[in-house]
Nanobody, 114 residues
Framework: QVQLVESGGGLVQAGGSLRLSCAASRSLSGFFDMGWYRQAPGKEREQVASITISGGLTNYGDSVKGRFTISRVNAKNTVYLQMNSLKPEDTAVYFC???????WGQGTQVTVVS
């Protein structure tokens, strides 16, 4: 079972930036795509962004388009989520996911204060 470890979360003021990292325990080439999801208290988990490993095709949720950027560095087995212009409504636990399979990280907390 592959392990995914997120890092980079924290407390930031509205308008600020954070970069999340997701390090995989093996090569990213074993995945078709990887994505970032988030879950706020009392809400369902939602997909934020995804990227295909081979072609680097990206997809974003409407609420983060133009503010967040997903990328991957295959040599480091790592996927990133650059988050700019953060808003209080971005506050959530952010999870990394890899498919195929149901591979999830443990999550990292992002808190945006106004």
């Amino acid at each position: 079972q592959v392990q995914l470890v997120e890092s980079g979360g924290g407390l930031v003021q509205a308008g600020g930036s954070l970069r999340l990292s997701c390090a995989a325990s093996r090569s990213l080439s074993g995945f078709f795509d990887m994505g970032w999801y988030r879950q706020a208290p009392g809400k369902e988990r939602e997909q934020v962004a995804s990227i295909t490993i081979s072609g680097g095709l990206t997809n974003y949720g409407d609420s983060v388009k133009g503010r967040f950027t997903i990328s991957r560095v295959n040599a480091k087995n790592t996927v990133y989520l650059q988050m700019n212009s953060l808003k209080p409504e971005d506050t959530a636990v952010y999870f990394c996911h890899g498919s195929p399979g149901d591979n999830w990280g443990q999550g990292t907390q992002v808190t945006v204060v106004s």
